[in-house]
């Protein structure tokens, strides 16, 4: 697979899938930038850059992109990865809640790549995955605003792929199934039973297990690499078969 050379910016980058993207991607021979929410999400041993990068604030946007030509003359790679869960039905969805959900997942996505696109027009061409989930698929009890957040990034790439094709930008989405990291581990807890709640969620998966954030980063990193040179525009699912059921 060849990512070797190309310059990769993932968000989200400190946990879960992004660090397992960072680090797939790294070890393919990608110059990673991992962009962290926190400073406490910093690694004092990476092998790679680490910069603060808040997806909601367009300065840090501008200030990643600078960081990526200045170190390494500009950017192929974009993974957008960073999210955020809360749970809740309408009812229980208050305009804050929507309004943050809806910012992280869905507008910060979209302020990334409208900075991105030019630095890769200019380089003749580039890569955008962006991290969807099952949740854009199918129905997921008490994920109204995730859901609605994440079906918005699937159409969001759609249309992102039609218009950037000429330009030589490929632009695919991936829907996870349940995966163990920070965030499916806080869900469990949440639930008041997370061994019953963890039971549930495998038992969705028709592989019969929950799904490791390497599972996930390898088929990111496959979209962002040669071998995926005619795909674009696709919504892939990495979940045990879970779409399926
Ligand atoms: P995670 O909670 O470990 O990772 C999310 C990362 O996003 C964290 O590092 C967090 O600090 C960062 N983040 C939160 N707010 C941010 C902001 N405003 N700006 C920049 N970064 C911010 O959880 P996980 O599972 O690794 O999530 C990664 C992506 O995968 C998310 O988009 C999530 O919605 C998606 N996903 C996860 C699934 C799962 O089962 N774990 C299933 C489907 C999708």
Redesign the pocket.
């Known amino acids: 697979m060849s990512v070797k050379g190309k310059v990769a910016l993932v968000?989200?980058?400190?946990?879960?899938?992004?660090k397992a993207t960072t680090e797939y991607m790294r070890a393919a021979g990608a110059h990673v930038v991992a962009?962290l929410?926190?400073e406490a999400?910093r690694s004092p041993t990476s092998s790679f850059p680490q910069r603060l990068?808040?997806?909601?604030l367009q300065a840090d946007w501008d200030d990643a992109i600078a960081y990526c030509r200045g170190e390494f003359g500009g950017l192929d790679i974009l993974v957008n990865?960073?999210?955020?869960?809360i749970e809740g039905s309408v009812e229980e969805t208050t305009d804050e809640t929507w309004d943050l959900i809806l910012d992280?997942?869905l507008k910060?996505l979209f302020r990334g790549c409208r900075s991105v696109i030019p630095e890769m027009r200019q380089r003749g061409g580039g890569v955008i995955v962006n991290?969807?989930?099952?949740?854009a698929l199918s129905g997921a009890i008490r994920h109204l605003a995730y859901s609605t957040s994440?079906g918005g990034v699937t159409a969001l790439t759609r249309s992102l792929a039609t218009d950037h094709a000429p330009d030589g930008i490929r632009v695919n989405a991936i829907?996870?199934?349940?995966?163990e990291?920070?965030?499916?581990e806080k869900m469990f807890q949440d639930s008041g039973d997370s061994v019953a709640a963890r039971e549930i969620s495998i038992a969705k998966h028709p592989l019969g297990r929950l799904g490791i954030?390497e599972e996930v980063a390898s088929v990111i990193a496959f979209l962002c690499s040669s071998d995926a040179s005619f795909v674009t525009g696709q919504s892939i699912s990495v979940d045990g078969g879970r779409s399926i059921r």
Do not use: Y
């Open positions: 968000t989200g980058a400190g946990t879960g899938i992004g962009g929410f926190t999400e990068l808040d997806v909601r990865n960073a999210g955020i869960l992280v997942n910060g991290v969807a989930s099952i949740d994440k829907c996870p199934g349940t995966i990291t920070p965030m499916v954030a």
